[in-house]
């Protein structure tokens, strides 16, 4: 009887230290992340969608993860958790495409048309960059991809009365364990108080963390090549430009 890998990983709970590599400098997160186990199905329908319709968009996720500065599988992680790689896809709140990106968002980044698979991977791997330098740069590089990750899912204005509610308890939310924590207070009306930006579902967040983490830990296993080709990324004290400010200069975060 062959057990999938992917069945191995996610039986049982799991703990995983979020590894990123890229500019030829390796930085590691050393925070253990508990990750929710898959079930055999779950993983069985993961395993099928890598080997049927992944190829369908991984050159964008390449090339789009390199141009930007992000690992194409951080970027695919984000688009199976947001949409299954369903480029049709629709949630309730009214996001579309591939990486799901919002129509607010979607204006501030330069993106024309949510549904366009190239734009939305453009869009989507620009905005996790953008929201990358966003955060304090003295943190490790693990660290700054959680809070962008955050952001992400969240949106960087809730991110920030976050830190606000830390501060008030505290706490240090640059790390997991405590963002975790704090994360869904967003949803509580006890805690309006502290916010700037109103109430939000801190709890979905922690959810689309994870779970990217999960999936960008098994397409780090499924290809191990990307470790590689990672290396030859941009320097990330290369400015980046949205996809409407190609021909202008550097932004500032």
Do not use: C
């Amino acid at each position: 009887m062959k057990i999938s890998l992917f069945v191995l990983l996610f039986l049982f709970p799991t703990i995983l230290f979020f590894h990123l590599e890229y500019d030829s400098v390796y930085s590691s997160l050393r925070q253990p992340i508990v990750l929710t186990p898959m079930t055999p199905l779950e993983s069985k329908k993961l395993n099928a969608d890598i080997q049927k319709i992944l190829p369908q968009w991984r050159k964008k996720f390449e090339k789009f993860g390199h141009k930007y500065n992000v690992p194409w599988t951080l970027v695919a992680a984000v688009a199976y958790q947001e949409s299954k790689w369903d480029n049709e896809a629709q949630s309730y709140t009214g996001v579309r495409g591939l990486m799901q990106i919002t129509a607010a968002t979607a204006e501030h980044i330069g993106i024309d048309d949510r549904e366009d698979a190239t734009q939305s991977i453009q869009g989507g791997s620009y905005y996790l960059r953008y929201l990358y330098e966003k955060s304090p740069k003295y943190l490790s590089s693990s660290d700054r991809w959680i809070q962008a990750l955050a952001g992400y899912n969240i949106g960087w204005a809730h991110l920030r009365d976050i830190h606000r509610l830390a501060r008030a308890k505290h706490m240090n939310a640059y790390r997991w364990e405590n963002l975790k924590k704090l994360l869904p207070l967003k949803a509580e009306e006890k805690y309006r108080k502290h916010f700037n930006f109103g109430l939000a579902r801190g709890n979905e967040t922690v959810d689309f963390v994870e779970s990217v983490i999960g999936y960008y830990q098994i397409l780090n296993i499924r290809f191990p090549e990307r470790s590689f080709k990672q290396r030859t990324i941009a320097s990330i004290t290369n400015p980046i430009q949205s996809p409407i400010q190609q021909s202008q200069t550097s932004l500032n975060f």
